[in-house]
């Protein structure tokens, strides 16, 4: 009879079937048939349990990354070499380190801050970087969250105003590679894609065709961001972006840079910032006149000088989203996180110019512009009141670059 009914029992594949079959067996009080019957059920019937952590290769992080990456790979990976790889490391370990736990292993340091610059650097999906790395998705998305979140935290340093000596050197530099004195940076623009928000989306809707954010910067002559602003709508003019920025209110408060003038053609120039025709005319900011086919050739060399010192910021949004190409794609992330990430890789673009990080000029491919504003768009009216209260002062400056420059081109032939 028991045999009879343990094979009975084994043909059920149903789990409620044997369920109501032991029921029956306890309720006529065949405790012991009861106890051998489910302790074979457990046996034949048993399955394996979940495991809490899905075991992911780690083949390629642990034996080809770390084991055999040349110094060429690691800046054809993430942009920058071993050296500066440890540097970024020991920076943001106190910020980024997690413990170890009882039901699972913290993915250590140096893995976190490859992931974000794995992402940075190639702008790959999630799901991609996941499978590369042996992580959950969740897991790469926390990486490059934290890390970018650090490095703003502590390592703004790197971004930082001139003063002191280090104005004075950018000065210099300015007048000696590109032959313009009392400058201290050029300003500029550029459109950073963005995923259409859900709110708000005709704001951040440009005139190129696509929804982004602002980065203003101003760069030194080496093409290193010394002060950055992220996050205004790609919609506004770039003027009202410079007139909501710090670098304007410490202007227009007169500490922006130190009282330090030079007598240019009889007229005492303050330190100067470049910008393009849609900047208004300012004394600490200098643009180019406005062509209408009519300009003498004082003008047009004084043009032609100032376009020529204002590459530096061209050439820095190009270096910073050919290393960084997450900012030539639609980010995956939040819109208030993209301001994050957006400085971070500015961040990284300053401490890889200032180690000497290889760039391949390849990186450069596929690059659009940098998205400036032309002149043709209407300024804002604060700055139009402004522009005409502080026009006279300015002419007199541009004036004065226009007749030095011009005594120097007669001189020279």
């Known amino acids: 009879m028991e045999h009879a009914l343990l094979y009975t029992l084994f043909r059920m594949q149903s789990k409620r079937r044997r369920r109501n079959f032991l029921r029956r067996l306890r309720h006529k009080k065949q405790h012991l048939l009861f106890a051998a019957f489910s302790l074979a059920a457990a046996v034949h019937f048993r399955t394996e349990r979940h495991t809490w952590v899905k075991v992911r290769s780690q083949h390629w992080w642990e034996d080809i990354v770390l084991a055999s990456f040349t110094e060429q790979d690691w800046v054809s990976s993430f942009r920058l070499g071993r050296r500066t790889f440890a540097y970024l490391c020991v920076s943001l370990k106190s910020r980024i380190i997690k413990r170890d736990t009882h039901l699972r292993q913290a993915i250590p340091v140096q893995k976190r801050v490859a992931v974000a610059l794995w992402y940075l650097a ?206 030539l794609k639609q980010s995956e992330l939040e819109l208030k996180r993209v301001p994050v990430v957006v400085t971070a890789c500015c961040i990284l673009h300053n401490l890889c110019e200032q180690n000497g990080e290889t760039f391949d000029n390849e990186w450069l491919q596929g690059q659009s512009e940098s998205g400036t504003l032309e002149e043709t768009q209407e300024m804002a009216p604060v700055l139009q009141q402004q522009q005409q209260q502080q026009q006279p002062h300015a002419h007199n400056i541009r004036m004065a670059f226009t007749k030095f420059f011009s005594e120097q081109g007669r001189q020279q032939q």
């Open 122 to 327: 190639t702008g790959s999906g999630y799901n991609t970087i996941s499978h590369l790395f042996g992580l959950s998705r969740s897991s790469v998305c926390v990486c490059v969250w934290e890390v970018c979140s650090a490095m703003v935290s502590c390592m703004q340093k790197h971004i930082q105003l001139p003063t002191g000596q280090r104005l004075l050197d950018i000065m210099d530099g300015f007048e000696r590679l590109w032959g313009f004195p009392q400058c201290a940076g050029a300003i500029d623009g550029s459109h950073i894609p963005i995923t259409a928000p859900q709110l708000y989306a005709k704001d951040y809707f440009n005139r190129k065709g696509h929804h982004s954010i602002i980065l203003q910067a101003l760069v030194d002559y080496q093409s290193q961001f010394t002060n950055i602003n992220v996050g205004w709508a790609g919609s506004v003019h770039d003027a009202r972006v410079l007139r909501n920025s710090s670098i304007f209110d410490l202007a227009e408060r007169g500490v922006l840079f130190p009282e330090h003038t030079r007598s240019i053609a009889g007229i005492d120039v303050p330190i100067t910032v470049l910008g393009d025709a849609a900047y208004p005319l300012m004394p600490w900011l200098m643009k180019p006149y406005s062509d209408h086919g009519q300009l003498m050739g004082d003008q047009q060399h004084f043009n032609y000088r100032l376009s020529r010192a204002r590459m530096t910021v061209e050439c820095a949004f190009g270096r910073l989203k050919g290393r960084w190409r997450c900012l």
